[in-house]
């Protein structure tokens, strides 16, 4: 995956029109090891061996706190389908420090036009066989060319149909009733420690996660590992 | 808002086909004044006036955690637009303690039929005047009655084409994509604390919260209020 | 571990004085399979042999969400330092969600009498071999009976300091300060999710714990079982 | 209060040993505008008095989120019962993302010499007249003398008695027990969003808390003001 620059931040492009870009962050590996060793009342100013061996021996016990000393802030682009597999694995997993804060656009507003994930001929995967969730193989090329125009037929329906209702005045917390919802894009900032990264990145790695969604860990992965690389190597397996 | 009994829990009904079910509780109002008196080692058995002075001086003071050791399991059954605003409450407030757990139901498996929630023609809204966000008065009958004909109509068109995509052979996370997700309806468990409870009620019983999530919270009310009456009467404004 | 009454609810005693009384709680078994299941709009009544495999497939995969929804509510009396123990487990753990509400007795105010943790002449131990942290052995009781004579004796001195600075006309957040607070008895209110007080078992049984937590920790697990027998016996390794 | 540099960043003194040293921050008052405009995807370079209105509208109607994207990280140098304070505000409040991180020295380990709060003659104060906590004016010089004295003269004693331990072989958990903890100094790094130090800040500088702790909650404010001078401004009072 590629890091590129948007508004003057390093942004990984995922989908179709999607992207995470990291805004910020505070601290690295060192931070790690400083918050651990705060009994020994000494500062580390560089990253040697015995330190990264503290970070494994931290990540391999499951002694997780100084890794939530480290933050790091995001700006996801990505259909609301994702951003509900994200926010379900914040509010409901077990480690709610992931989560420092989410700030995301709503359509009770009228602002930006709706923009919605188009999924082309190849991308549509056929149901597993041996599972009810998730997702195989790829369908036949030219069910997937016909599966792809009645999709976009589709949302051009919903999207006139949502700007007739504004016309007749119909307030737009219920005139985005006529929205497909599910492929429509949505831009959120995440704040989270560096342990809750790690935690998601472990979760949303993985094979049985949406294909969609492991694409935006992937762009999560590459970014932060920027900043905390000796971190992140042990965290995430 | 009436009462009812469904699996054997109360329940209050909302919208056109969606419910608040209060599964379980535990503690009621001397819960929160035997917390709060843990210096003196005291347990009162019942209800005096001078608990009920103390609830209203720890509401009014903001000492909060006593509210915190009285639990209430919910099951609620909403459109997706519901189940989301509510959980930005959870996950974007300031009180992460209102969300002990959040268990939903997901569009990744085929289990139950996509059920929508239809709106009757006179509950569609106007725009407000003097406001970006929110809703006015109910729109002309004639214009109702035929934005709700046209709702019915896209949303078969969506159930059609879903389900088409489906004996194709696509996979259901991505065949979801032709549902007007924020209406469908959606059911989860939520518990929380007393005290995460009153800061939904306070939030989302405002005039400016959307009308159907009002209705939602309504429900929460009247159930709570049964057995935590003194104290929701002192939190909740 | 015996379980006795006081104040009618089920306790255990630990320590010298201390004790772990198990207040309330919410849900049993059935709780965690039913938000499990909640896709499926089924609720069970009885618990049977499908569940429990379902319990142990949550429990081993990590799926903790489920868990979260049963609450538990206890009363702890316990020297100090065990207190600082449990909340640095608390504030310092990836899992915030173990801790709903905490409500503890303060030395702010003069209520109870100071009461202190005093060692018998078999509890006290010896320094690791092998190890910066932690204990080994217990040591002579020739050692031991004269440790222990010395601690009452500080501990007497303390007091009567403490008294003497009340007498002089110091407040009691001053006074404190002649109090030898690690072995002090506090007492507190602590409300967990089942996820919660699973993690703290996990933690806290652990070899490495100190002996004196751990002895609060096998409290907490013979008490909670009675209510979550499947639950604990797969999450509490 | 001066803000000097310790180890490289600002740091304010508090009481006779005791800092608090501002280790890293993450944003400025910007990062909490850019935040609250998600919706409309813009992004500002410089704060301008509409911005100034959005923060002091966002602080005013209590829409928080926006000011949990901003991160502060602390090391705090400070009496027991001051940390316990702390904590006892961090787990206890409704606020747990006051609190994304903490990692405190242990006397679990024999690490560096035990250091003790010892209060100067005219620093001791009086018990207050019309309430059970809290203080009230200096006491009497002469009382003053005699209460420092006889505190060092006990501190003393406790050491001597803590290292006699240790010589005769008793594991340094134990060997606490005769250490008085509450005025032995800890060292813990404290991580938290600035809306958990704005919660912090209105809490811990309010005229009823301990005076110790308003001093390391001033130290506090001076070094967060730095970084986040509009934020601040709307949200402690």
Request: overall charge negative.
């Given at each position: 995956m590629e890091i590129i620059e948007i508004k003057g931040k390093p942004t990984v492009k995922v989908l179709d029109k999607g992207y995470v870009r990291m805004v910020d962050t505070m601290g690295d590996d060192l931070t790690v090891v400083n918050a651990a060793r705060v009994s020994y009342d000494k500062q580390k100013e560089e990253l040697d061996e015995r330190d990264e061996r503290l970070i494994r021996f931290l990540a391999r016990e499951g002694h997780t706190s100084p890794f939530r000393h480290a933050s790091l802030q995001f700006e996801i682009y990505a259909p609301l389908m994702v951003a509900r597999?994200?926010?379900?694995?914040?509010?409901?997993?077990?480690?709610?420090?992931?989560?420092?804060?989410?700030?995301?656009?709503?359509?009770?507003?009228?602002?930006?036009?709706p923009t919605f994930y188009i999924l082309a001929p190849d991308e549509w995967r056929q149901a597993p066989e041996n599972s009810k969730q998730g997702s195989g193989d790829p369908v036949d090329t030219v069910d997937g060319i016909e599966i792809s125009g009645k999709l976009?037929?589709?949302?051009?329906?919903?999207?006139?149909?949502?700007?007739?209702?504004?016309?007749?005045?119909?307030?737009?917390?219920?005139?985005?009733?006529?929205?497909?919802?599910?492929?429509?894009?949505?831009?959120?900032?995440?704040?989270?420690?560096?342990?809750?990264?790690?935690?998601f990145l472990n979760q949303r790695l993985a094979h049985d996660a949406q294909k969609e969604i492991q694409g935006y860990a992937q762009a999560v992965d590459v970014l932060a590992r920027k900043d905390f690389p000796r971190s992140l190597e042990e965290l995430v397996k």
């Open positions: 597999q994200w926010w379900k694995y914040v509010v409901g997993s077990s480690h709610q420090d992931n989560m420092v804060a989410w700030n995301e656009s709503s359509r009770r507003y009228v602002t930006e036009e976009i037929r589709f949302i051009n329906e919903g999207e006139r149909l949502y700007r007739e209702a504004l016309e007749v005045g119909i307030c737009a917390e219920q005139a985005r009733l006529f929205l497909p919802a599910y492929g429509m894009y949505v831009r959120w900032y995440w704040t989270s420690s560096l342990q809750g990264v790690a935690h």
